[in-house]
């Protein structure tokens, strides 16, 4: 089976975003990933709402919007209705996290929950069942262009056997720091969605890249 890919646009050059967005519906990407920072969850702020709305009316793959926000209950059905496909959450920024998956799927969007490096999987245990995604961060979320932490290939492993033994559909995604190098590592241990930023938008060729993170062995 051949990952998902899933690039994400904060990467991408945004005096130029159509042509970026355009560049993503003709490459091997599977999803669009949207960081969305609000300087109070993590130490930067992206875009939002006008930014989003303008992605969308061009691209023509699912987005991925992974929420780097507190209190993302209150922002849900608008992210569904600028065009989100995948709504991911942070755990550490639900008090009531139950509840918030919930109110995701309500609006017809697949639930993410996205973990820091810092957590558990085990955290998930009660959740896992009930989820589509679970977004491992393999970076200390809120910049572009860090360094993978290797712990990841560990977690993956943990976070593998939790799904099978809670009988969960939820895929794997691994978002920060990915590039050809650890790909296939990340692989061989169940990630099932590799999201890449600086890896695509800073080589010579994207295009290129997206289909060699797609088609590795
Ligand atoms: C980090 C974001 C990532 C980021 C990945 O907070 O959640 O999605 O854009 O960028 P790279 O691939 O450059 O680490
Ligand atoms: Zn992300």
Request: with cysteine; charged share 20%; net charge negative.
């Amino acid at each position: 089976m051949k990952p998902i890919i899933a690039p994400s646009v904060l990467a991408s050059d945004f005096a130029n975003l159509q042509s970026e967005v355009e560049m993503l519906n003709e490459s091997q990407a599977d999803w669009l990933h949207i960081d969305i920072m609000d300087g109070r969850f993590v130490p930067n702020i992206s875009f939002g709402f006008p930014v989003l709305q303008a992605i969308q009316r061009h691209a023509k793959k699912p987005l991925d919007v992974h929420l780097m926000i507190v209190e993302p209950e209150l922002y849900i059905e608008q992210f569904r209705d600028a065009g989100a496909e995948i709504i991911s959450v942070h755990l550490e920024a639900c008090n009531h996290l139950h509840r918030t998956i919930q109110q995701i799927k309500a609006t017809g969007a697949k639930a993410g929950i996205a973990i820091n490096p810092h957590t558990s999987v085990q955290l998930l245990d009660d959740v896992i069942a009930d989820v589509d995604l679970v977004c491992v961060m393999s970076v200390n979320p809120g910049f572009g262009g860090q360094k993978f932490i290797e712990n990841t290939y560990r977690k993956i492993e943990a976070l593998k056997n939790l799904i099978i033994s809670r009988n969960s559909n939820a895929l794997i995604e691994i978002d920060g720091g990915v590039n050809q190098q650890n790909a296939p590592l990340l692989l061989e241990k169940g990630a099932d969605a590799l999201v890449a930023g600086s890896f695509v938008f800073n080589s010579a060729d994207p295009l290129q890249t997206i289909a060699n993170l797609k088609n590795q062995a």
